[in-house]
């Protein structure tokens, strides 16, 4: 018996020293795990498409020797069985040391740490610094990954944010059955971010990277995408969004929405749905009182996008990353307690799965809870206010747009359905180039004729003056077997470039009586 005891709690104390089983509790702000335990890894990789480093050093004039590629440092959260010894939020600070130079000895490593031990501890004291960087999280680093496929989130870090800055969002995610993917935010050639339009792309540009290293992972789900971010991270996305149709939602974390930085998003392109949650509303005085314009805005243009609008009262713009909000003094709440802060930060996480529960999992029940107001979701009533904005019906107007209300209208419909679409949208237009290319298109590739000498048709009425679309109408009446339109067109095409020798040729060959007349 004194062997069994003694058996047994060498087995427990054994357990106690290995065991923080992934996900034994609640997280940080109170977050609740999902049914899945939480994977973790770090993968080193560039995108040798891109160049990152310049020959010479820019800082000592040097020849640089190095890889001259694009670090994409991955960061690489997913569902996973329950158990095996967790990470430490330490070990997330320690991803930073290798998010630019991979190749880091490991007393640069160690140095790096004993500077971040000492910002926070400078922030939240010592006591607590050690509280926060000794706390266990839930991922359990290079854990087995379940199987099944699961959605994918894209997360963009804030302009020259780290990868981990959002770690507890990611695990949470993860453990609700999403892979998490997310890099550092760098700038186009160096560590810092270059705030304008290349800036911009440049990050949009490691979120399609990071899709297309997604695709490579057994578990995930490549037709269920989005793409979360916060600050210039979450315009990013914006931008990803309407350059790529992979890209299924979208979730801003109080996304810069300054004009001049927004230009290069196509308003008409962003036509996914998009949950938008901001820090408490600014007055049109303050924010003028910024410089901000206030015309403009994205989130008053994206008309296309079906916005989900959520304004969480009690935090401000950094609050949205935990990293800041987890390392925030006490001073950094003169209007609402950590507490309540934290509490908001706990209501943002379940808004954003409830949303990708709704948009990429068809989750009924996390419509519902979209549908209903903040106070009927259980948020204090001071807390947050929630707005549903729901795309613009009609046509959008792009060609893509144009070609779905076509599809399903009949294409025979394609004058009336261009005049409603510019009716709604007077800047939409297609070019004679365009028109021309898609009726050849239509032909050659979609194998569809008719549809053809409707696209070709409603060029000729839109470019009454094109001899290059009255040729090509011609050429599509001939592959119809409708010689007598093919002539009239021909003639016409002629008629306006008497140089065209094509149809000059074609109208020998088809009414060799009239050509000579109608060549003359």
Known sequence: MLRSWFSRTASFLLLCSLGHVAQAGPGFADLQPGAYGVGFRVVQQYDHARSYRDKT?????????????????????????????????????????TDEVFTRSPAEVDAFMAEQRQWVTASVGTKQAKV???????????????????PVVIYAAGGGGTAHEAADLCEYLASHGYVVLASRSLGTRTKDMNFDAEGLDTQARDIQFLLAYARTLPQADMAHVAAAGWSWGGLANALAASQDARINAIVSFDGTKAQEDTKPVSRVRLTVPWLYVQRRSESVRELSAKGMETTGILLNEAKYADLYHVIMNPMVHSDFSSIALRVAPSEHFPDYSRTEVETAYRWTCRYTLEFLNATLKSGANSRQFLARTPAQNGLPAHMAHAYHLPAQPGPVPTQVGFAAALAQEGFDHALAIYRRVQQQAPAFTLSEGALNSWGYQLIQEAHDLPAALAILRLGTDLYPGSFNLFDSLGEADELNHDAAAAITHYRRSVELNPQNSHARQRLKVLSPSSSSTSTN
């Open 57 to 97: 050093d820019p800082v000592t004039g040097k020849a640089y020797l190095g890889e001259q590629a694009r670090p994409v440092q991955t960061l690489v959260w997913y569902p996973a069985p329950k158990t095996g010894t967790s990470v430490r939020y330490s070990d997330y600070l320690r991803t930073e040391a």
């Open 132 to 150: 926060l960087l000794d706390q266990r999280m839930w991922a359990v680093q290079n854990a087995p990954a379940t199987t099944g496929k699961f």
